[in-house]
């Protein structure tokens, strides 16, 4: 068994699904913070069989979990505070997204007014399906760069 | 503030009292030729769109206000590198009401964000045009006496035809209605409009052959099938014919089955059907006027100033 230590306050990503946990590094903007982070890939899970897991030590506020939510939200999210968890937070579909993700529609008036903030919003729960506020164009993952 | 951005931002019952006035200011245009004496509206056409400028500016001058506008973007600042959210900021100085045409997707979505006047989205590429909706569907309820229990066809370019989604999106809001998407394989129905009608229940039947469908219909909404939409001219020329109407083919109507088209034709109708009675493209033209004043007349916030 590998034994990762404790953290203070921050937070423990669990049953990510294998492979993917440098992905939600990348994207949840960690490798931007000057912070401790503790990364375990392809942990065995019942659950899953193989799972990856990310402890974060940050202050509780400093992550984006609405990103997270995007990603995957049945990924499970523990809010670490004085050593304990105080929180197990379900994710829920963000109903809108500012500011991450690009819209790559030519023809909607984001691409040429640049300092547009990009907006989707949620359009279909069921579906997951993301919407760009402008243009309405739905957000396709191998659309942008970013995810 | 209300805007006009798509044709949704009205609810089923706020549409009903708009389509009443329109009849209204179509009956007695007396009533309201001073309504809006002073006021002014702007007509701000960053690409041409002759027929949807002159209808605004003739429903605005109906009404008794004046016109204030650019005809095309290439006489407006925007050819200097201004910015819609700016463009609109300094016409809020000036203008009542905008009625705003332009080339990208969203950009009436900007307007209304940065604006202090009512908009009306005149067309924003090929994402809305939402008074051509109302003026598609006051033409239907005026013709047909109502907007619920028919079946309408819709033939041609479905796919990159903003007036068909948007009109399938609106009349979805009614009960008893029933579509017939007839288009070639290239052109078929979007997936978000066919998802949407699945999700209401609201039956659907998609079909390649005019012909074949003409005779279940009540309304017919013609588009065009434009040549570079294909990938190649023989598919094209194979099926070009299939989605052009003409008398013969609308021997096989209703007699009450009107047919609608949003302007401007090319080959789509041949000319000989502008003789038959159910003919409705231009009389949509003549019912989008009374549709756009009272439009602005509810923008305006001045609707309830009149009992019809």
Avoid at chain 2, 68 to 85: D, R, W
Avoid at chain 2, 157 to 175: A, P
Avoid at chain 2, 253 to 270: F, G, M, Q, T
């Amino acid at each position: 068994m590998l034994n990762v230590g404790k953290i203070e306050e921050g937070f423990v990503l669990d049953h990510i699904p294998a492979g993917r946990a440098m992905y939600i590094y990348k994207h949840l903007g960690l490798d931007k913070l000057d912070c401790m982070v503790a990364i375990i890939t392809n942990a065995r899970s019942q659950q899953m069989g193989k799972k990856d897991i990310l402890k974060v030590e940050c202050p509780i506020d400093m992550l984006n979990l609405d990103v997270l939510a995007f990603i995957d939200h049945n990924i499970t999210v523990n809010v670490i505070k004085d050593g304990q968890i105080i929180e197990k937070k379900k994710l829920q579909l963000p109903r809108e997204i500012v500011g991450v993700l690009h819209c790559n529609n030519p023809r909607c008036i984001s691409t040429t007014e640049r300092e547009l903030p990009h907006i989707f919003y949620l359009a279909d729960e069921k579906r997951e399906i993301y919407r760009c506020k402008y243009c309405d164009v739905k957000y396709e993952e191998n659309d942008g760069e970013q995810f | 503030m209300r805007h006009l951005l798509t044709p949704q931002d009205f609810t089923v019952e706020e549409t009903r009292q708009l389509f009443l006035l329109a009849d209204d200011l179509e009956a007695n245009p007396g009533k309201y030729a001073h309504i809006c004496d002073g006021r002014k509206l702007a007509t701000l056409f960053f690409e041409p769109s002759t027929r949807t400028r002159l209808s605004h500016e003739t429903a605005m001058l109906n009404l008794g206000g004046s016109v204030i506008g650019f005809p095309s973007g290439n006489v407006s600042s925007a050819t200097k590198g201004e910015t819609v959210a700016d463009t609109i900021r300094v016409i809020s100085c000036f203008a009542d009401i905008a009625a705003i045409r332009h080339p990208k997707e969203g950009a009436a979505t900007v307007a209304a964000h940065y604006s202090t006047i009512p908009i009306i989205n005149a067309g924003d590429g090929g994402h809305q045009h939402p008074t051509q909706t109302l003026l598609d569907m006051q033409t239907i309820r005026k013709l047909k006496g109502g907007l619920t229990g028919m079946t309408i066809g819709l033939c041609g370019d479905l796919k990159f035809g903003r007036t068909v989604h948007s009109l399938v999106e609106s009349m979805s809001r009614y009960s008893g209605i029933r579509f017939v998407f007839i288009s070639p394989d290239e052109l078929k129905m979007p997936d978000y409009v066919t998802d949407l009608l699945r999700d209401r229940h609201i039956p659907y039947t998609e079909v390649t052959r005019l012909e074949d469908a003409i005779p279940e219909l009540d309304i017919l909404y013609m588009t065009r099938v434009q040549r570079e939409r294909f990938f190649n001219e023989e598919d094209y020329i194979r099926l070009k014919d299939f989605y052009v109407l003409d008398e013969k083919k609308l021997s096989r109507a209703k007699s009450d089955c009107y047919v609608l088209h949003p302007l401007p034709r090319v080959n789509e109708i041949a000319p000989e059907v502008d003789d038959d009675p159910r003919a409705a493209y231009f009389l949509q033209v003549r019912y989008g006027v009374f549709v756009r004043e009272a439009v602005i007349l509810e923008l305006l916030g001045l609707a309830g100033d009149y009992q019809f």
